[in-house]
């Protein structure tokens, strides 16, 4: 307490002497502040944000892939706000209120086929943590206790809680919390820019027959997939995956989870990415765009046939949050679908996504630059040493590129991506909904000149497209 007081009363940069004493910040090495300055973001408005110099970003990530129809929507505020004057707060735990009632009927005339039910949680791994544990519960009650197991994809991040960690096939996240929730199996992703030679990309599927018969379809509970992988760059699934994956889990009798949480509202140009890709999971886990960041709020929208078993008898799902379905958060999330439907955002991204994806597509001119991939207004750009053989770099080269020089070279060019080496290193776009060309071009005139400068960081050889990293960088 003394610290902060005598910050407060020097008042030099007290802001960052704050920041720097008192805030931890999430999945961030905090050493790296010692010597330099926390990035403290003070107001947002359409694309853009703007530090506490007052300088401005291009906010090429949606903050988090979810400040979807843009900051600075004060209209949307409102409507927590005058929500709180009747009720500010209720619980969903035998009760309902009006705004979670209604949010809950919008959201399932929204999804796909028959689901129709929405629990309500306070962001995205809630989700899929109680995803998860209702897909247990939901073989409990049905007579099949013994699938248990969660199959889910390599390099996939399905969130912090130690269910959903264990869902995530990413080791470095894994690693410093295990034992984590026993019954978790990894197959391969859809990541087609490496397919090894003689594999078909329907082998993808397949995999995920060929775990449940190795597990025993008896102890096989559920099948969790993002429509677009996330973490790894993107990975967007081959024609036909979703509808095979939907036939095995048919076939085995295994729930499938389709995990949106940042596919969702829009991302991928439709209210769902499974409504994009044409298939009907039992459970889609959501976040983020549905309160588009304005509000913390999450859910898992669930199908008719696994709310069957807790419509009758003595059962229920033994699970909650306190804050799930939170008045404020509902009427926020409700407000922000009327600017969906008022503005046609999802026409936004369907007229917009081509131009978006043939801008970032120019970029393959630079040597680094080895694949452009993803859909809608989400992209990666994944990373190489040469571009003809795909070599990509190795784990002190990655250190060097990403967090030696890309990531604070583009923040101070004025851009916010993320560079990411869960799995090989790319940079991921996540624009803002609202974007469009203007938006592309200054994302990609920014990218032009940072990636172009990695060639000359990483001392590319010309001609050969082949890095080293030079000694002492």
């Not at 401005?56 to 709180?84: E, K, M, P, T, W």
């Not at 500010?88 to 009760?95: A, K, L, Q």
Request: overall charge negative; hydrophobic content about 40%; proline content about 5%.
């Amino acid at each position: 307490m003394a610290s902060t007081e005598e910050a407060v009363r020097t008042g030099q940069s007290t802001l960052q002497e704050l920041a720097k004493r008192h805030l931890w910040m999430h999945f961030t090495r905090m050493s790296a502040y010692h010597d330099h300055e926390v990035p403290i973001i003070v107001r947002g408005d359409g694309c853009y944000v703007w530090d506490e110099h007052g300088k401005r970003y291009l906010d090429a990530l949606s903050a988090l892939f979810c400040v979807n129809i843009g900051h600075g929507r004060a209209d949307v505020v409102q409507a927590g706000a005058d929500q709180a004057k009747d009720l500010g707060f209720y619980t969903t735990w035998s009760y309902a209120h009006p705004p979670a009632i209604e949010l809950a009927a919008r959201i399932a005339s929204l999804a796909p086929g028959d689901l129709n039910r929405v629990f309500f949680t306070s962001g995205g791994s809630e989700a899929v943590e109680s995803a998860y544990k209702l897909a247990r519960q939901y073989h409990k009650v049905t007579g099949k206790p013994n699938k248990t197991k969660l199959i889910a994809r390599e390099i996939a991040y399905h969130g912090t809680s130690l269910g959903a960690l264990s869902a995530t096939g990413i080791t470095s996240l894994r690693e410093p919390f295990e034992p984590l929730t026993p019954g978790d199996h990894h197959v391969p992703n859809t990541n087609t820019y490496r397919l090894p030679d003689g594999i078909s990309p329907s082998w993808f599927a397949e995999s995920i027959a060929e775990k449940i018969e190795f597990e025993g379809p008896d102890t096989v509970a559920a099948v969790i997939l993002e429509p677009v992988q996330n973490a790894g760059g993107c990975f967007v699934p081959p024609d036909g995956y979703f509808q095979r994956v939907r036939e095995i889990c048919d076939e085995y009798n295994v729930l499938l989870i389709s995990d949106e949480v940042i596919c969702a509202w829009g991302r991928l140009g439709e209210w769902f990415g499974a409504i994009k890709y044409d298939y009907l999971p039992d459970m889609i886990t959501t976040a983020k765009g549905l309160t588009s960041a304005y509000a913390p709020m999450g859910a898992v929208i669930a199908s008719d046939r696994v709310f069957a078993p807790f419509a009758t008898g003595m059962h229920s799902f033994t699970h909650g949050f306190t804050f799930a379905g939170h008045p404020v958060c509902s009427a926020i999330a409700m407000a922000n679908l009327d600017v969906f439907e008022r503005e046609g955002i999802l026409e936004n991204v369907r007229s917009n996504e081509g131009k978006f994806r043939e801008t970032i597509e120019g970029l393959r001119d630079i040597p680094i630059v080895g694949d452009v991939r993803g859909t809608g207004y989400f992209l990666a750009i994944e990373l190489v040493k040469d571009q003809e053989t795909k070599e990509t770099f190795t784990d002190e080269e990655c250190e060097t590129l990403l967090r030696g020089f890309l990531s604070g070279e583009l923040y101070r060019r004025g851009l916010i991506c993320r560079a990411d080496d869960r799995g090989d290193p790319v940079i991921q776009l996540s624009p803002p909904l609202i974007a469009g060309p203007e938006e592309f071009a200054e994302i990609e005139e920014i990218l032009r000149g940072v990636l172009t400068e990695a060639v000359k960081h990483m001392h590319v050889h010309s001609g050969t497209g082949h890095f080293a990293v030079r000694p002492g960088v």
